[in-house]
């Protein structure tokens, strides 16, 4: 009688409930983040493939380039900056280089660079806690979805290493698409270098739809490497 009594009470108030599991998750989480976000300048390469298909996926062109980024974090305010870059085999000039910058700004690329666990940006989210497997490995799963008041975020998962919290990868889209957008789908691989979480690689999937005049579908393929902190 006394085992049913037990057994009765764990099952109504459990030792160990989903959200207390989470929270302890997302603390260690948060932590490794609060570190990175103390980082002053990151330095690394790009190798980046572009893509354009029409709506028939026919290759319409494809441009190859390669850069050098700096990215800096004074005075809590981001910048960007390229000090290389070259297009197809040929190197750009730095007045090119700027044009390159403000080209990527608009196209949306700065939406992904603060992540939901972000010290800015975590309260603006509800988190979800699920198991998942990767690489043949068991991992967590943490679902990232904006909340009401959050117009401008994005929606979608991380998969965490069970034994050391770092991310492995995540997939995100923009929770609210601008009109001309019908795709926008980010994959992302990280690893860890020197106890800090970098992307290594990332895909991206986007379809532009402008007024039916325009109709491209990009695919936009990146590999990171030779990061320098400082």
Known sequence: ????????????????????????????????????????????????????????????????????????????????????????????????????????????????????????????????LNKANFNNKKVFKISVIPKENNKKGVIGYFYINKKNYNILFSELTLHKLPTFLKKMNIQMYYKNINNFNFPIKSNIDVEVNFLYLYKRKIIIQEEYSNYKIY
């Open 1 to 128: 009688m006394k085992i049913k009594i037990i057994i009765i009470i764990l099952s109504i108030f459990p030792l160990y409930p989903k959200d207390i599991i989470l929270s302890n998750i997302l603390k260690k989480i948060f932590k490794i983040q609060d570190n990175q976000e103390r980082i002053k300048n990151i330095q690394f390469s790009a190798l980046s493939t572009v893509k354009t298909f029409n709506f028939d996926n026919k290759l319409l062109k494809t441009i190859k380039s390669k850069r050098i980024t700096i990215i800096s974090n004074q005075n809590k305010f981001m910048t960007n900056k390229y000090i290389y870059m070259s297009i197809n085999n040929t190197n750009l000039s730095q007045q090119n280089i700027l044009k390159e910058l403000k080209k990527n700004k608009r196209e949306g690329k700065k939406s992904f660079q603060k992540s939901p666990f972000h010290s800015k940006k975590r309260n603006k989210y509800n988190f979800i």
